[in-house]
Every structure is written in C-alpha cells, then in structure tokens.
C-alpha cells in the first residue's frame, strides 16, 4: 500500500456517499411503488389513468435526458445530488399530506411523478460517477478470493 493511501472505509467523503446510497434507493423504490398503489388504492385510478401516471413518470428521461447531462457536467455533483434529494423529498411529502388533508388529486400525482423522474434522470449518471471522484487516494484492497 503507497505511504499516502488511505483505506476505502476512512475516506470521509466516500464513507458518506456510500452510506446514503442505500437510503438514496429504498426511496426511490417506494416512491415507484407508493405512487402507484397511490393512485390505485385511495384514488381508484383506472387502467387509463395508472398508465398516464407510469407514462409520466417515465417521460422525463426522454425529453430532458441529453439537456439534463449536459448541464449536469457544469455543476457540482455531490451538491447536485443533495439538493436533488431534498428536493424529492419535499415534493413526495406532499403526497401524504394532501392526503390526510383530503385534497389529494391524480393531478398532484401526475405533477409528482413527472418531476421526481426528471431529478431521477438528471441524477442518475451524476450518482454513478461521484462514486469514483469521492475516493480519490484511496486505497482499493484485492480481491480476497482468487478468480476462477
């Protein structure tokens, strides 16, 4: 190991990239599926309305992908995915609250769905490469088993 490496698990910064990874995606994969359920279960969407509410969710890629990687490279990631994240957060609390006030519409849903999949897709390659830019001088351990 080189005198000025320093292990994966004491770099600070990649310590607390890798720590809110994991809550990053159990959020995502709620909000997928709360959204949904949403709209079937407390709203009574039809087949029509559940599939204009998937069809809004995953629009966003389509339409502001190349725009969004593009100006995604002109700013910092790590701030990009914090603000991203508290920005998403605020917006899907709306929902739960819209709903114990009794005003929760498909609206909201539609609105909800189509912005939290636009911040999906400007954030998805940002996330995949601060992985490595947040470990710099660090020293990555061998494999401990041999391939086959």
Do not use: K
């Not at 725009?67 to 929902?95: E, I, P």
């Not at 998805?124 to 020293?139: E, H, I, L, N, Q």
Request: charged share 10%.
């Amino acid at each position: 190991m080189a005198p000025h490496a320093i292990p994966l698990w004491r770099n600070r910064a990649f310590s607390i990239f890798w720590l809110s990874q994991p809550l990053s995606y159990t959020g995502s994969q709620v909000t997928e599926f709360a959204i949904p359920l949403t709209a079937a279960l407390v709203l009574g969407a039809g087949a029509l309305q559940m599939g204009v509410l998937g069809a809004a969710e995953m629009l966003p890629p389509l339409l502001f992908g190349l725009v969004a990687g593009v100006l995604v490279d002109r700013v910092r990631r790590a701030l990009l995915l914090l603000w991203c994240s508290l920005a998403q957060g605020l917006l899907l609390s709306t929902v739960p609250l819209a709903a114990w006030l009794g005003v929760l519409t498909l609206s909201q849903l539609y609105a909800v769905a189509f912005v939290t999949g636009s911040w999906r897709s400007s954030t998805a390659w940002p996330r995949r490469a601060t992985s490595p830019s947040s470990s710099t001088g660090v020293s990555w351990s061998r494999p401990t088993a041999p391939c086959s």
